[in-house]
Each structure stands twice: as C-alpha cells, then as structure tokens.
C-alpha cells in the first residue's frame, strides 16, 4: 500500500475529496448569505433601498478583497508561524483593515450615497467584514473549510435577527441594514477565534515585523483580486450617479437571479486553475486544447442556465423583489451574456496563470476592467437604456479573453514548439555486446 505523509491512498484521496467539497460549498455559502441580505432589502426598501444595499455591499467586498488578497494570501503563503512575518501580516491587516473602510466611507459619503450616520456604520460593518475576513483565511490556510460554513451561518442569522429586531422597533432603514452586518460580521469574528486552532491564536509584536516582506508579495495578489469586485463598484457608482438608485436596484434584482450561473462559472474556473496547476508537466498544446474546449462547455452552460432563469423570470422575480418593483427581463438576459463572457475567458486566463504568466494576468485584467467602464461610461451618458448595461460590462471579458488567448499563450505555444522541433533526436542507446549476442 502506498503512503503519503503516513496516510493511506484511500483515506488520503477521502480527505482531498472533503476539503475540496468544504471549499466549494463554503464559496457557495458566503455569496448565498450576501444575497439572502439583498433579497430581504428589495422586499423591504424596494428598488431604491435595494440599490443602495448592494452598493454598500459591494464596496465592503471590494475592500475586502484587497485585504484578503494582500494579507490572506500572504499568511497562506508565507511562514506565518515566524513571528517577524507574522507582525508584518498584523500590521498590515491593521492598516488595510482601518484604511480601506475609511476611504470608502468617505467616498460614499462624499458622492451623497450615505449621510453621515450611515457612512458611520458603514465603516464599522466593513472594517469588521475585512477583520473576519483575515480569520476566515485562517481557518482555509488551516484546510478546515467546513468551519466557514459555520462562522457565516452564524453571521447571517444574527444579521437577520437584528434585522427583525429592528422591524420590531420601528422602520427598518438603509442604517439598519448596515448595522445589522456590523453586528452579523463581530458575531461572525468571536466564531472564527473560538473554532482556529491555538497555535492560530497568538498575537505577534508589530515593532520589527517583516512589513516589507509580506508587501512584496501581498501588493501583487491584492491588486489582482481586487480587479473584478473594483469594476463592480465602480459601475454601481456610474448607473447610481447617472440613473439613480431605483436603477441600479432593478439591475441588482436580475443579477440576483443569474446568480446561479454566475456562481457556476466562477466554481468551474477555480476547478479549471487548479487541474492546470497538476497537469503542469503536460505540453502546452494539450492544454490549450483543453481550454478551448472548456471555454465552450461553460458559454454553452452559461446561456443554457440564462435561458432557463429568463423564461422563468416572471415567475420566479416576484419572490426576489415582492411587490415592490419587476425584474426587468433585459437586465436578466444581459447578466446572463454576462456569464457566458466570462465563461468564455476564464479557462485560458486559468492556463496562463497556472503557466506563471501572474504578471501578465494583472495587465489583462486591467484591459478587462478599462474596457467594461469606458463602454459603460459611453452607453450612460448617451442616454441608452440602463437595463442593457451587463451587455456593455460583458465587452470586458470577451476581450480579456481574446487577448490572453492571442497575446498570452500564442506565443508561449510556438515558443514550446520551436524547442521541440528543434531539439535533436536522442538515439537509442546502443545495445551491450553480450546482450546483442545473446539475442542472436
């Protein structure tokens, strides 16, 4: 029987099995908890309340990101046991932790999205959400990924609570809700302290921490997970300044619909990463083939489950909106383009950074991101119609897509296949005189 690390086969493949179940499930549980706030808002604030959440909610994931990619990468990554880098990790899950919130408090603020007491507590939620979130990559650097479906079903259910509590003793408002997830993500934060290992609950002094260190690795993958959720927030920004709040609810109750696609495409393209990453020793061109094949196995996918949640829209919008508002059918089928989008890029931006292309990643996500909010800014202000908006934000990664596919693994491919034309052929190995004689 064969071992790893003193484990069986069997039962190591039934452990790889459960993390890999735990992480999945735990993605699909933290975007279904953001939603289900999403959902309460647009029964209870309608469209206009149900734009200003997912505005607030947005950014707090944007700031989070940072954080997550600066700091919880880096604590994966690095030696987080050393005390100097793990004073270098605190002192900046302080900084991004405080900084960021901050910043977008004062932005929201300053736009006239929030008054003063609402960007207060919105300050509050989202230093909160970026604190649980350096637990949270805790608990997933420690492989113990089912814990997370705790800490945010118990995050959740004291956000909903507070919510009742506050429907109890009066209006709820768009303050509540921002005071319900402060609430929700400090219930959330003594989960992850009570469920991380003890050698994970130690604080290390930040005077001399390896601040430097941490950054030189941190900056680039906070930078790049920071692309997508920034695009994001930048066009809640653009549609609440040019078309209002209502708006942007109308979009946000179709794009809560296709969510599952879009959850689809995005679990996939994590599956996608990793296989590359252990097929590395395979040759480029078999990969490549296999993307391409996969890019048209999630579009298809993609447009397939759009099609079906279009032509269930008007039964299914009612139990997302209620009363208040509809769901507009175009918006439905714009994110659902929207999926395929990004379906169709994902699998070779996947290869090219399993490939080490990081760097180039970044430029092609910034290519993405430049080219959805020039578009969107040019489709607003020429007065078309808000709802066909996700199209425009779909040009993005249909381009990022080609690029990385063209400019990314094209040459990588003819430079692999250069070396193999040109390297000279081994000759077998000439054969032992004895041997030679003993097969006449």
């Known amino acids: 029987m064969s071992h790893h690390r003193g484990l069986p086969t069997g039962r190591l493949r039934a452990l790889v099995t459960s993390h890999a179940s735990g992480a999945l499930v735990a993605q699909v549980w933290q975007a279904a908890t953001s939603f289900v706030l999403q959902v309460v808002a647009a029964h209870v604030l309608g469209a206009k309340g149900l734009g200003l959440v997912s505005l607030c909610l947005g950014t707090i994931v944007l700031v989070t990101a940072v954080t997550s990619g600066f700091v919880g990468d880096s604590l994966t ?5 050393d005390s100097r880098v793990r004073g270098g990790l605190q002192w900046w899950a302080l900084v991004l932790g405080t900084a960021g919130p901050a910043l977008a408090a004062a932005v929201l603020w300053g736009t006239g999205s929030l008054d003063a007491a609402e960007a207060g507590l919105f300050l509050l939620a989202a230093a909160l959400f970026a604190v649980e979130e350096v637990g949270r990559r805790l608990l997933m650097a420690s492989l113990r990924f089912w814990r997370l479906v705790v800490v945010d079903s118990v995050a959740l259910a004291t956000a909903v609570a507070a ?38 609950r130690w604080a290390a002094p930040v005077r001399g921490g390896a601040v430097r260190d941490v950054a030189s690795f941190g900056v680039w993958r906070g930078a790049q997970v920071a692309v997508n959720p920034g695009v994001f927030t930048a066009f809640r920004l653009l549609v609440v300044a040019v078309a209002g709040a209502a708006a942007l609810g109308h979009l946000e109750a179709a794009r809560i619909l296709v969510a ?25 061109t078999a990969l490549v083939t296999r993307a391409r094949r996969g890019s048209t196995a999630l579009v ?69 991101a430049a080219v959805s909010l020039v578009a969107l800014v040019a489709w607003l202000l020429a007065d078309l119609p808000t709802a066909a908006t996700p199209f425009v934000l779909a040009l993005g990664p249909v381009a990022a897509g080609l690029v990385t596919r063209f400019v990314v693994l094209t040459p990588m491919l003819r430079m692999e296949q250069s ?16 041997a030679a004689h003993h097969a006449r």
Request: hydrophobic share 55%; net charge positive; proline share 7%.
């Open 419 to 434: 070396v193999t034309t040109s390297a000279p052929a081994v000759p077998a190995p000439a054969q032992p005189r004895e």
């Open 77 to 81: 990554v690095l030696d987080r046991a």
């Open 163 to 200: 919510l009742v509590a506050f429907g109890l003793a009066g209006t709820i408002t768009l303050g509540s809700f921002l005071g319900a997830v402060a609430l929700g993500q400090a219930t959330g934060l003594l989960t992850v302290a009570a469920m991380l290992a003890p050698s994970e």
């Open 300 to 368: 298809l996918g993609a447009l397939g489950a759009g099609l079906l949640i279009w032509l269930a829209a008007p039964l299914v919008g009612p139990w997302v909106t209620g009363d208040g508002f509809t769901v507009p059918l175009l918006a439905v089928a714009g994110w659902a383009c929207y999926a395929a989008a990004i379906a169709s890029m994902q699998p070779f931006v996947s290869l090219a950074a399993a490939r080490g292309r990081q760097r180039a990643m970044l430029g092609v996500r910034l290519l993405d």
């Open 260 to 284: 599952p696609a879009l959850l689809m495409v995005q679990g996939l393209g994590s599956y996608l990463l990793a296989s590359y990453g252990r097929d590395r020793s395979l040759a480029l």
